[in-house]
T-cell receptor
Framework: NAGVTQTPKFRVLKTGQSMTLLCAQDMNHEYMYWYRQDPGMGLRLIHYSVGEGTTAKGEVPDGYNVSRLKKQNFLLGLESAAPSQTSVYFC????????????????FGDGTRLSIL | GESVGLHLPTLSVQEGDNSIINCAYSNSASDYFIWYKQESGKGPQFIIDIRSNMDKRQGQRVTVLLNKTVKHLSLQIAATQPGDSAVYFCAEISGTYKYIFGTGTRLKVLA
């Protein structure tokens, strides 16, 4: 039962470098999300996807790009890293939320800790 | 990880006692609520959820209470154990994807 797997777990970048964070889920979930978690703040949504080939902006999308080429994978890219992007990044996945009795919580990976110098 | 919890309110509880963690939510249109547990260096882990058409839901050693009148959510943990030490936060959900997460409360279990 792998659930949601994120790679890498840790990374240090220099300002201006680029990198891609990988997220894979094996639960056949339609929806996938990228969040960042910073001290004193709740999780903030960067981008999300409601299905293969579709992506949309969340609350804090600037400086990030995403792709969902396969249903099970959701990639987060930083084209030119900045110190303000130092954070812990979490990927999550879920079935679509529907009205009614079926509850479908998001399932999270264990995060990527990214430091930008 | 540890840096996420630097500015969080802390609840200290004796092992074996009951814990109550509170959360105020913001959107009266939110219709689904979740409590998550986050241990150091790990991702948030689902604990229990509740729909807005309910005011109480029980799981194993945990109970969630929802008061829509004052937009308040609480998590009760019975017979708190050392393994319950973590950061707990609530999420309110409206629509099909929009989650709003609280900043969390750190629970410390004292032996």
């Amino acid at each position: 039962n792998a659930g949601v797997t994120q790679t890498p777990k840790f990374r240090v970048l220099k300002t201006g470098q680029s990198m891609t964070l990988l997220c894979a889920q094996d639960m056949n979930h339609e929806y996938m999300y990228w969040y960042r978690q910073d001290p004193g703040m709740g999780l903030r949504l960067i981008h999300y996807s409601v299905g293969e080939g579709t992506t949309a902006k969340g609350e804090v999308p600037d400086g990030y790009n995403v792709s969902r080429l396969k249903k099970q994978n959701f990639l987060l890219g930083l084209e030119s890293a900045a110190p303000s992007q130092t954070s812990v990044y979490f990927c999550a996945s879920s079935y679509p939320l529907t009205t009614g009795a079926i509850n479908q919580p998001q399932h999270f990976g264990d995060g990527t800790r990214l430091s930008i110098l | 990880g540890e840096s996420v919890g630097l500015h969080l309110p802390t609840l200290s509880v004796q092992e074996g006692d009951n814990s109550i963690i509170n959360c105020a939510y913001s959107n009266s249109a939110s219709d689904y609520f979740i409590w998550y547990k986050q241990e150091s260096g790990k991702g948030p882990q689902f604990i229990i959820d509740i729909r807005s058409n309910m005011d109480k839901r029980q799981g194993q050693r945990v109970t969630v209470l929802l008061n829509k009148t004052v937009k308040h959510l609480s998590l009760q943990i019975a017979a708190t154990q050392p393994g319950d030490s973590a950061v707990y936060f609530c999420a309110e959900i409206s629509g099909t994807y929009k989650y709003i997460f609280g900043t969390g409360t750190r629970l410390k279990v004292l032996a």
